[in-house]
């Protein structure tokens, strides 16, 4: 396990969350959140971005499976926003194009310390197993605002499988490339010294 690297815990009325998180992974994921599909995301996410993940939930899923996933991006942007430290030292900005299949995402990232999250597209089904495909742009969303970080995403398609897939391999490649340590850098890469 590296230096950069955090471990979560959330407990609501809602959800029970536990999730590890270490940037310069290998991308091995334990992923359980009683969606399927959602969890085949954060394994794909983890996998694609090199970033070691365990994610254990127990959710309201009676309700339905917003709250699991939107628990999860918030607790895993507290994780990415922990393992940051202070940002010394990282590229901070990226930008990927990811396809699958017909489908296309693009990212944009700054790792700036000011969330927001700018979405465009919808998804061609409204679910895709036991997930409501929306939810993709409100897990990327939580994440964000947590994570504390901007991102423009936007995605095309015909098949909601393979958009959501789109979106989470390509942000985590890009989050990937904004986390990495630039060996020229030893400072914050800001010219206000801090982010």
């Given at each position: ?47 694609h971005g090199l970033f070691d993940l365990t994610v254990r939930v127990e959710g309201d899923l009676e309700v339905d499976d917003h709250h ?128």
């Open positions: 396990m590296s230096d950069r690297n955090a471990a979560i815990s959330r407990s609501t009325s809602e959800t029970e969350i536990d999730l590890t998180l270490d940037l310069d992974g290998n991308g091995d994921a334990t992923v359980d959140t009683g969606i399927g599909f959602f969890d085949h995301m954060l394994a794909s996410f983890a996998k699991t996933i939107e628990d999860v991006g918030i607790a895993l942007g507290s994780a990415i926003d922990t393992a940051l430290d202070d940002r010394r030292g990282i590229n901070r900005f990226a930008d990927r194009r990811i396809p699958l299949d017909e489908a296309v995402a693009s990212v944009v990232v700054d790792l700036s310390g000011r969330p927001l999250c700018a979405f465009e597209g919808t998804f061609s089904q409204e679910q895709v197993g036991e997930m409501t495909s929306q939810l993709a742009a409100h897990w990327l969303r939580s994440v964000a605002m947590n994570g504390g970080f901007t991102v423009h995403a936007d995605v095309t398609g015909e098949n909601a499988h393979h958009e959501i897939e789109a979106l989470f391999k390509c942000v985590a490649r890009t989050l990937d490339d904004a986390t990495r340590i630039d060996d020229r850098r030893s400072d914050t890469p800001s010219t206000k010294g801090a982010l």
